[in-house]
């Protein structure tokens, strides 16, 4: 994982980069988990052309559409499946 990119969608519709790796030894957080912000890129196209070999976020392909349903952007149904039980943790669908 060390120094692997990814990029994603941004709220704002444009994509960022991130660099994945770990905290050096001399952190207080040393060996565990890092996400770092490198670049942000107005087109999915730039960001690839930057970073070829960074990995794309699959919520990427489905931010993109402006015509994408709830169930393509979440991966839930529009209907709760048939044993899902709103009184189990008083939640809605």
């Not at 060390?2 to 207080?28: C, L, Q």
């Not at 690839?48 to 952007?73: C, G, H, M, Q, W």
């Amino acid at each position: 994982m060390s120094n692997m990119h990814t990029i994603e969608a941004a709220a704002r519709g444009s994509f960022e980069v991130y660099r994945h790796g770990f905290y050096p030894s001399g952190s207080v957080l040393a060996g565990q988990s890092r996400r770092s912000f490198v670049a942000e890129y107005t087109s999915l196209r730039e960001a690839k052309a930057a970073y070829p070999r960074a990995r794309v976020s699959e919520s990427t392909r489905t931010y993109t559409d402006p015509n994408a349903t709830l169930e393509e952007l979440s991966g839930l149904p529009e209907t709760p499946p048939a044993w899902f039980a709103p009184s189990d943790a008083n939640e809605t669908w």
